[in-house]
C-alpha cells in the first residue's frame, strides 16, 4: 500500500492536562516515527512518500483562507469550504498572539521594539513544555435553572477580545493545546488527506495538477488527529477534521473526473462515501460534519461511555437528510471476536450502502493495554478486522483512504499497523 508521511507532522508537541496533572500529550512525535520505521522495513509491500510542506501562519490569505501559491494544493479552499473560518484565523494565529501578549503582562512594556521582538523570539524558541496555550476557561453553556429559554442568550456567545480568555472558546478540553508548530502540523496532517483523497480517484484529471498515479488504497499517517474535530472547536489532540477535509477534496477530485472525462454539462452528485471510525473513542467531530447529509454513511465502533462522553449513542442516527445515515455501534470492554461481531453490523450497512469511496479513521488506541482505552484487541487481531471489511464483494475494490487517528502504546503500534494493511490488501 502506498503510504503518505510528511515530517512537518513531527514538530508539533505540547503538555495535556491529564488526571488533575500536567503531562506530555500521549499524542507524540514518536507515534509517528514508529510508523515511519515500520513502513520502511515492510517494503516492497508498502512504499513510503514523502512529502515536504512548510505551512505557516502566513500561508493563509485573510480574504479566501487559500495557501500560499507556492503550495501548489487545494488545502486551503477545503479548509475555508469545511471549517470556521474564525476558527481558522484563531489556530493559526493564537501562539504568537499569546506569546506577544504575554511580554507586555510581564511588564516587558518598556522593552524597545528591538529587545520585544527579541524576547518574542527567544520564547518562541523554547522548548515545548515552557510554553503551550491551554485555555483558561470554556465556552459557557447558556441555560438556566428555572428552564427559562436561552436561545437569545446562545446566539450572542462570541470570542471573548480578551486574547488569554479566548482560546477556552475554541477548544473543549485541557489535551488541545497550541505550541509553536501546532498550525504547521495540523495544515500538514490535513493536506496528508487530500493528497489520498486525490490518489484514489480512479483516473482523475484535474486542472493544474500533473499526478498521474492512482492507487486502489492509500494510508495516510495524519498527527495531529483530526476526527474529534468539530471544525469550529479543537478536541481530542485534533484541530483540523482530516476525514472532513478528505471528503471534500474526494468530492471535488470526482466531480473533476465526471466533468472532465464524461463531459456532462452540470455539476455531478456527490459521490457516496463511508467513514469507518475504528478508533476506540467516538469520532463526535466527523459524526456533527455530516449528521445531516445522506451522501456520507458514518459508523463508529467505540468504547461506550468514554471520551468524548457526551456522543457516540445508538439512538444518534443522523437528522433531517441525513436520518438513518449516522450509525454508533458502542462497546464496553470488547474482546476481538465481540469487536468483529460488531464490525459485522457495520460491515452490512455498508453492504446495502455500496459506497462509492471509503474513508477509515483508524486508531490503535483499540489495542489491549492502549493508555486511553479498554478494549483487549492483539496484534493478529488487527488483519482480522480488515479482512472482515475487505472480502465482502461488493466493497473488496471500493477505493479507500485510511487516516491515522489514535493509538498511543507506541512499541505496538508499527506491527499493529502492519497487521491492519495486510488484511486491508489481503496480502498472504
Known amino acids: 500500500m502506498l503510504v ?30 514508529v510508523l515511519v520505521a515500520a513502513i520502511q522495513a515492510s517494503v516492497p509491500q508498502h512504499s513510503l512518500r ?32 469545511t471549517h470556521d473560518k474564525d476558527y481558522l484565523r484563531h489556530l493559526s494565529h493564537i501562539f504568537d498572539d499569546i506569546i506577544r501578549a504575554q ?13 520585544a521582538e527579541a524576547e518574542y523570539e527567544r520564547i518562541k524558541a523554547t522548548e515545548f513544555s515552557e510554553f503551550v496555550v491551554l485555555p483558561e476557561t470554556f465556552r459557557p453553556p447558556m441555560r438556566t435553572r428555572n428552564g427559562l429559554n436561552t436561545g437569545a442568550l446562545e446566539q450572542n456567545v462570541r470570542a471573548p477580545k480578551d486574547i488569554f480568555g479566548r482560546h477556552g472558546f475554541y477548544t473543549y478540553d485541557m489535551a488541545t493545546g497550541v505550541g509553536k508548530d501546532t498550525w504547521a502540523a495540523a495544515c500538514a496532517s490535513a493536506h496528508l488527506a487530500v493528497v489520498g483523497a486525490e ?24 498527527r495531529p488527529p483530526g476526527h474529534h474535530c468539530t471544525t469550529d472547536m479543537a478536541g ?32 455531478p452528485a456527490h459521490p457516496r462515501i463511508t467513514v469507518l471510525d475504528l478508533d476506540f473513542h467516538h469520532g463526535n467531530g466527523t459524526q456533527a460534519a455530516f449528521y445531516e447529509d445522506p451522501t456520507v454513511l458514518y459508523i463508529s465502533i467505540h468504547g461506550e461511555g468514554e471520551y468524548p462522553y457526551y456522543t457516540g449513542y445508538p439512538e444518534e442516527t443522523g437528522t433531517g437528510l441525513g436520518a438513518g445515515f449516522n450509525i454508533n455501534l458502542p462497546l464496553a470492554m470488547a474482546t476481538a471476536d465481540e469487536y468483529l461481531d460488531k464490525l459485522q453490523v457495520a460491515v452490512d450497512h455498508m453492504k446495502a450502502y455500496k459506497p462509492e469511496y471509503i ?37 473488496s475494490g471500493t477505493p479507500s483512504l485510511i487516516l491515522l487517528e489514535g493509538g498511543y502504546m507506541v512499541e505496538k503500534l508499527g506491527v499493529n499497523l502492519l497487521s491492519f494493511l495486510k488484511g486491508w490488501e489481503g496480502l498472504a
Open 236 to 267: 481530542g489532540y485534533c484541530y483540523l477534521n482530516n476525514a472532513v477535509v478528505a471528503i471534500q477534496a474526494l468530492r471535488y477530485h470526482h466531480a473533476a473526473q465526471r466533468l472532465q472525462q464524461q463531459e456532462i454539462d452540470e455539476q
Open 103 to 115: 511580554i507586555d503582562v510581564d511588564g516587558s512594556s518598556e522593552l524597545s521594539a528591538a529587545e
Open 50 to 81: 514523502t512529502i515536504v510542506s512548510s505551512f505557516t501562519s502566513a500561508s493563509l490569505n485573510s480574504s479566501s483562507l487559500a495557501p500560499a501559491p507556492s503550495s501548489g494544493d487545494l488545502l486551503g479552499r477545503f479548509l475555508s469550504e
Open 199 to 222: 490518489l484514489i480517484v480512479p483516473k482523475a484529471k484535474v486542472p493544474g495538477v500533473s499526478r498521474e498515479d492512482s492507487h486502489k488504497n492509500v494510508f495516510a499517517m495524519c
Open 4 to 33: 503518505l508521511h510528511d515530517p512537518a507532522t513531527l514538530k508539533h508537541q505540547i503538555v495535556e492536562l491529564l488526571d488533575c496533572k500536567p503531562i506530555p500529550a500521549y499524542e507524540s512525535p514518536t507515534r509517528i516515527e
Open 359 to 395: 474513508v477509515v479513521s483508524l486508531g490503535f488506541d483499540t489495542f489491549r493495554g492502549d493508555p486511553l482505552g479498554n478494549f483487549m484487541i492483539d496484534t493478529p487481531d488487527y488483519e482480522r478486522i480488515a479482512r472482515k471489511v475487505r472480502e465482502e464483494e461488493l466493497l
